[in-house]
């Protein structure tokens, strides 16, 4: 499996979709996707090496080098 991000058109969230909330940026996810991700942290690293986007998923058996795909 593999995360994604992009942004939506509000008007494509569907009635059964979660919607996270922080100060007013949403996060958007369908209900299937929470099995896996549920307790994801999320987090964001400037770091030269290694920045960007950093996922920790207490969900994942097994992840790559990178961090963007895991086994569950």
Do not use: H, R, W
């Amino acid at each position: 499996m593999s995360y994604t991000m992009d942004f939506e058109n509000p008007d494509n969230i569907q009635d059964n979709d979660e919607v996270f909330d922080y100060e007013g940026f949403k996060v958007v996810s369908d209900p299937k996707s929470m099995l896996y991700i549920y307790g994801l942290v999320l987090d964001y690293s400037n770091a030269l090496i290694g920045g960007g986007f950093q996922f920790t998923n207490p969900n994942a058996t097994q992840t790559c080098g990178c961090g963007t795909s895991f086994s569950a």
